[in-house]
């Protein structure tokens, strides 16, 4: 399984919210050794409609939204 495939199941199971922050994926137990996610949102191309994943940086930490 992907990275997102494995965000995805575990927003479904509800063991990670929909925004989540890079803590979170461990806390669901889903591994990101090389840091994928930290670029994922900036590496997928398309309209901002066709997108997977955005992130914001809020008083420095950085949320994900799925």
Request: some cysteine; overall charge negative; aromatic content about 8%.
């Amino acid at each position: 399984m992907t990275l997102m495939d494995d965000c995805r199941d575990a927003i479904k199971k509800g063991t990670l919210p929909p925004v989540f922050k890079k803590t979170d994926l461990e806390k669901a137990g889903i591994s990101d050794e090389h840091d994928n996610l930290s670029n994922y949102d900036k590496k997928n191309l398309g309209s901002k409609n066709l997108k997977v994943l955005d992130s914001e940086e809020i008083n420095g930490e950085t949320y994900y939204n799925f």
